[in-house]
């Protein structure tokens, strides 16, 4: 099992805030904590199992805005390549609403001197609970 813990991705965000009618979109200050965590777990041969949780805190680090829970099954023949598809499930809880998604990455690694290097590229079909048709990103 290879876990990861990554370090807190702490962010000074700049949202937007529509609660006065004379100025409909300002900037807000916002400091937020990510703090994501995620395994591989083996599956069979060359498949793994990717897992993550993902919470992130708002507000200026006094409430949970969002939660992202992500899981996948990859394929890694584990020089160049590794191939996923996976869902996620995003809430957010200001305003209440939720996403699934369904993904699929590409992940090329290659080393360069002594640097593990790695280019991914995703795709994502959103179904977003407000919007009226799936969105692609």
Known sequence: VLAQ???PHVAL???ADSSTDLNPVRLVEDFRLWTPGSAYLPVYKRMKAYVEASPRIGNDVSKMNQLLLRS???YDDSKHLE????????????????????????????RLWKFRMANRTRLEQR???????????
Do not use: T
């Open 5 to 7: 813990l990554a370090l």
């Open 13 to 15: 965000g700049q949202g």
């Open 72 to 74: 996948a099954l990859v």
């Open 83 to 110: 191939i996923a598809a996976g869902y996620v499930y995003n809430r957010v809880y200001v305003p209440l609403r939720y996403e699934n998604r369904v993904y699929e990455d590409i992940r090329l690694k290659y």
């Open 127 to 137: 179904f977003i609970s407000y919007a009226p048709n799936c969105s692609n990103r």
